[in-house]
């Protein structure tokens, strides 16, 4: 069972830890247990009440009449409020709840509703990338069950793969060639994926390595492929310094090719002398980019 401290609960449902405390207190919404040290922690049942609470609360109940009522009738709520598709947040809440129950019926039925009214796209780009964000969030924080993490991404890999082959055949004339990997000892794919489809979708041609790429193996690239674009992300995998390290022999060794990079572990990292290094902050400025070419 994964165990969550209040500043956990906060920054994944929106609610001030000073505002749970107060619920607790005055409503015994939730009950918090205690460590030997008499620290409180909560578990996977407290945080998916406290999403489904906040969720009413943001929608117009008030604390007292949600503290009045059962269980049933607040996930039926719930349920209600999101089929709106329009409420982003509360979308998000739903999906990560699916991540906390292992219910994939659940996941199909929200995520199919959202491709429908909003397209593949938006859905990505609006909800699937919060929903990460927060759950990247539990990953720093040593809170998430590695399990419930790997389940929801791939579900998420499941529907780009078959995104992505759905753009097979549409190569546009001027098509340029991108190669696509994760350093070694990068596993979060997602993004990258991501990122495979909006360059098919545009037309253009990709050579995916994936996931853990050791450096020297992307240099062999070189005599096989002459790709116009190298695109990677940096997310958890390597120290300040040997992302400038490995930055510097990317740019070096590959000094015909634009590179693209991407992620949080290089958003505030100086590129400036990298002539041929373009870095990306959000999947949105990836889509103008590739738009733009």
């Not at 607790?24 to 009950?31: T, V």
């Not at 929903?131 to 780009?160: C, D, M, T």
């Not at 590129?271 to 400025?285: G, M, T």
């Amino acid at each position: 069972m994964a165990i969550y401290s209040i500043r956990d609960l906060e920054k994944l449902s929106g609610v001030k830890a000073h505002t749970i405390r107060i619920w607790e207190k005055r409503y015994g919404i939730i009950n918090p247990k205690r460590t030997t040290t008499n620290i409180r922690y909560y578990s996977d049942d407290d945080l998916k009440k406290i999403l489904n609470i906040s969720i009413l609360n943001r929608n117009g109940y008030k604390i007292s009449k949600i503290a009045a009522l059962n269980e049933e009738f607040i996930v039926d709520q719930v349920v209600n409020i999101t089929k709106d598709v329009g409420n982003s947040n509360s979308q998000i809440e739903s999906l990560m709840m699916t991540m906390f129950e292992l219910d994939e019926n659940k996941f199909e039925r929200i995520l199919a509703r959202l491709i429908l009214q909003l397209g593949f796209e938006e859905t990505i780009i609006n909800v699937i990338y919060p929903l990460f964000e927060k759950i990247g969030y539990l990953w720093q924080a040593g809170s998430i069950n590695p399990l419930q993490e790997h389940f929801l991404s791939n579900l998420v890999r499941q529907k780009l793969i078959v995104a992505i082959d759905s753009q097979m055949g549409g190569e546009n004339p001027a098509a340029k060639l991108f190669t696509l990997y994760l350093p070694e000892g990068e596993m979060h794919e997602i993004g990258l994926l991501f990122f495979c489809y909006l360059i098919k979708k545009k037309g253009h041609k990709v050579i995916y390595f994936g996931q853990s790429v050791p450096f020297k193996d992307i240099l062999t690239t070189k005599k096989i492929y002459d790709s116009r674009y190298i695109v990677t992300l940096f997310s958890t995998s390597l120290t300040k310094l040997k992302i400038d390290n490995y930055l510097q022999n990317l740019s070096e060794n590959f000094a015909d090719q634009t590179i693209i990079i991407s992620g949080s572990q290089v958003k505030n990292t100086d590129i400036s002398k990298y002539p041929n290094i373009r870095k990306i902050n959000s999947v949105v400025d990836f889509r103008n980019f590739i738009n733009s070419i």
